[in-house]
């Protein structure tokens, strides 16, 4: 007859496995909490271009709307159209050419002006450019 051993675990292996455990998972709760951190730093960040962008868009509208009305008053009056602050107007093409800035971003316009009453002023060009250093991004 062969004689079968008990394998007992004292305490000291006990504890060892809860060490480890209590560790395994403080160490996945602190990567999950960086990783919820970088998170919300790329989505506010997110949230800023986007603002940032659709209110130059929002401004490149109103500046097409005034573009329009100016160039409406202009065939109204039987004169050519003069252009404002940083506009140019190239009246062969019946364009106007401008941009607009916020100081990271610069949006690039081309508009087709109204050659009668009926039309109205329309994008051709709508170019976003944006300069940024390489280590904002990191």
Do not use: C
């Amino acid at each position: 007859m062969t004689k079968r051993g008990n394998l007992a675990i004292g305490p000291g292996a006990a504890s060892l496995i809860l060490v480890s455990v209590v560790l395994s998972l403080t160490v996945l709760g602190m990567l999950s909490l960086m990783g919820a951190k970088n998170d919300l730093r790329l989505a506010s960040r997110s949230a800023q271009v986007t603002a940032s962008v659709y209110e130059l868009n929002a401004q490149a509208e109103r500046a097409l709307s005034r573009l329009d009305a100016r160039a409406h008053a202009a065939l109204a009056a039987g004169g050519q159209l003069q252009p404002e602050d940083g506009e140019v107007i190239d009246g062969g093409n019946a364009a106007a050419d401008f941009s607009l800035t916020d100081g990271v971003r610069t949006l690039t316009l081309t508009a087709a002006l109204p050659r009668t009453a009926e039309e109205h002023a329309a994008w051709r060009v709508h170019r976003l450019a944006v300069e940024t250093e390489e280590e904002e991004w990191n």
